[in-house]
């Protein structure tokens, strides 16, 4: 075979190799165009059938620490809607923040009070010395209760606003104290107390079961804290009540 012929042959099986593969190409796009896969054609169906799903695990069950109704739990309505300041639907529900009323008045004075001064402030909750338990706004609205916290705070406590909040009769209060997440993603609980008054076993077991109460509600745990914690110049809650927090955020109850 002389030199050009070798040439010609190799150049024509380059061609034919060429071709084929081209053709091989176009018949796997082919074939990837038209077939769908189905159980009978495609045996690894079976196989991933076989398999045990990913899956998330579900979220835990919320179990009640107490039995509410076996104890006479009771929440005396004292609604005051003009209070309200737009809508906190449950997957906003986050925290319960603790009060004390700091002042000397009765849970229902309390709340007579907020509601003529126009403030617009209040919390959802307020518990008396002898433990019952007032509300005066439903869970799912927002309440004035935590106000501005500390610069950061929306961010620490992810607390972002979404301008669920009306913000009505809020005074923006300076530039350490811009942030004003809280109130959309919390209940607010008041408790009667003044000064250095020990707090009473009536009120303390009645906040006992009105966080299981809420709990219960939602399903799930909110995390637990007090005004100081949004807002560190804050002087609620008191002093006597720091072992009680402690607790609350360690198990839910004073002791
Ligand atoms: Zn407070």
Not at 227 to 241: E, G
Request: hydrophobic content about 35%; some cysteine.
């Amino acid at each position: 075979m002389s030199y050009s012929s070798t040439v010609k042959a190799l150049i024509a099986v380059s061609v034919l190799f060429a071709a084929t593969c081209v053709m091989g190409a176009l018949a796997i796009q082919h074939t990837a165009q038209t077939i769908t896969p189905t159980p009978q054609n495609n045996p690894s169906f079976e196989d991933i059938e076989d398999k045990p799903l990913d899956l998330p695990e579900e979220d835990p069950v919320y179990v009640p620490r107490f039995d509410l109704e076996a104890l006479g739990f009771s929440i005396t309505e004292y609604l005051k809607p003009t209070l309200g300041h737009g809508d906190k639907p449950a997957q906003y529900q986050s925290y319960i923040m603790i009060h004390d009323t700091e002042s000397a008045g009765f849970a229902r004075e309390v709340i007579a009070y907020w509601a003529r001064s126009g403030a617009g402030v209040a919390s959802h909750f307020v518990i008396d010395k002898d433990g019952e338990i007032l509300q005066c706004l439903p869970m799912d609205v927002i309440a004035h209760h935590a106000g501005y916290g500390d610069a950061g705070n929306n961010l620490k406590f992810n607390t972002p606003e979404t301008s669920r909040d009306d913000k009505i009769g809020a005074t923006p209060i300076g530039d350490r104290f811009p942030d004003y997440g809280m109130n959309a993603y919390s209940i607010g609980i008041e408790l009667c107390h003044q000064a250095n008054q020990p707090y009473t076993q009536a009120q303390l077991q009645s906040l006992d079961l009105l966080i299981c109460y809420i709990d219960s509600h939602y399903g799930f745990e909110s995390v637990i804290i007090d005004h100081k914690m949004w807002r560190a110049s804050n002087s609620d809650t008191s002093a006597a009540f720091a072992p009680y927090l402690a607790n609350y955020i360690d198990h839910r109850t004073h002791d």
